[in-house]
């Protein structure tokens, strides 16, 4: 099984077991242990992978790692877990600090089980960095964080390297964060930048207001822009191959299908919602048969690109996001807060696909 089949094998699985986890301890064997063993690292070896590694700082003795990987008997990559319902940036990694100065370890992770930080030491030797460098989180996959995942498996792990890409992960993190930021919120410094470049007036507070609306709405144009354009490449690719690429790129031509001309445009949260949708109905179906036709008020996504096998419709065009399924006779229509929603309704989904698969006679419901 490659690296990412794992990762999306554990992210499926989540849903389904945090019911079940309690507490602390559960959190680390449920969750943290498998994570490291889908590294590569046997979890069972204590020459690889100690659990309670002894820190012992200063006064402070008894000190413990809740795990630490080893290589050549030394460790290399700390973990401090806590209760999968923590939220790390609340969470004082005092703890964590105090283990990497201690020890021969060049990184460390604080994880909640379902989120992971990677720390190390680029602002001062030594000294974990208040940020972290990397972030992972099991449930919103994303291939490029897989990747760079990949270079702490027990198969790719080469310290040097990761440190060498360590600072642009960190500040690309940071700058896409803050881009990320003025995309919502612009920040008078930023508008009047931009605006100085186009407007020759004089900067009112009616003219800086009305740059301000300007400046979140080609941020947003920006961006429907260049996912259209890689949808249109993509397209062109499985035409000039032959068709060899279809199964998957259908599923994301919507964007630039016949439709497209009314002023349908598939942005970036009706993408991460469909690749959502197919990562929990691998389980179920391979996901070259998961489909998706964007619509002026919805998403839909299909079965085997078959109208009468609905699966869902997101409906992620207002301020309040609502989910349709279809596993019942009609179709079922439910608010959710954001993307990470959709898991609540895993089992649904793949009861819908075990429906259609299991009754030629599928009920004539319409994604149209």
Not at 129 to 148: C, G, R, S, T, Y
Not at 245 to 250: I, P
Not at 350 to 357: F, L, N, Q, S
């Amino acid at each position: 099984m490659d690296f990412i089949d794992k990762i999306r094998e554990l992210s499926a699985r989540i849903p389904k077991q945090l019911d079940n986890i309690q507490t602390e301890e559960a959190t680390k064997h449920a969750l943290v242990m498998p994570f490291i063993s889908a590294l590569g690292y046997n979890v069972f070896d204590p020459t690889e992978v100690t659990p309670e590694l002894c820190a012992d700082v200063g006064v402070k003795k008894g000190e413990k790692v809740d795990y630490a990987i080893l290589r050549d008997g030394k460790p290399v990559l700390l973990f401090e877990c806590k209760h999968h319902a923590a939220d790390l940036s609340k969470v004082h990694a005092s703890q964590l600090y105090r283990y990497f100065s201690v020890t021969e370890a060049r990184f460390s992770v604080l994880t909640n089980g379902i989120v992971y930080w990677f720390y190390t030491d680029l602002e001062a030797p030594n000294k974990m960095d208040e940020k972290p460098f990397f972030e992972f989180n099991l449930i919103e996959i994303k291939e490029n964080a897989v990747e760079e995942l990949k270079k702490f498996s027990k198969s790719s792990f080469d310290l040097d390297f990761i440190l060498t890409t360590a600072a642009e992960l960190k500040y690309t993190r940071e700058i896409k964060r803050l881009l990320l930021e003025q995309m919502h919120e612009p920040t008078d410094e930023f508008v009047r930048f931009f605006a100085s470049k186009v407007y020759g007036g004089r900067m009112t507070q009616a003219v800086r207001d009305q740059f301000i609306q300007l400046t979140k709405q080609a941020f947003k144009h920006l961006l429907n822009d260049q996912i259209n354009e890689r949808l249109k490449s993509a397209l062109a690719s499985d035409t000039a191959t032959g068709g060899t690429m279809a199964a998957e790129t259908q599923p994301t031509t919507a964007s630039v299908s016949p439709e497209a001309s009314s002023g349908i445009e598939t942005n970036e949260e009706e993408l991460e919602g469909y690749h959502v949708v197919r990562a929990i109905l691998r389980e179920v179906t391979t996901p070259k048969r998961v489909v998706m036709r964007d619509k002026q008020s919805y998403c839909g996504i299909l079965l085997d690109d078959n109208n009468r096998k609905p699966l869902c419709r997101l409906h992620f065009n207002s301020a309040q996001k609502y989910l349709s399924l279809f596993d019942t006779e009609k179709e079922d229509k439910f608010p959710i807060e954001g993307i990470d929603d959709l898991y609540k309704y895993a089992e649904r989904l793949k009861a819908t696909v075990t429906k259609y698969d299991s009754n030629k006679n599928t009920p004539k419901l319409s994604a149209e």
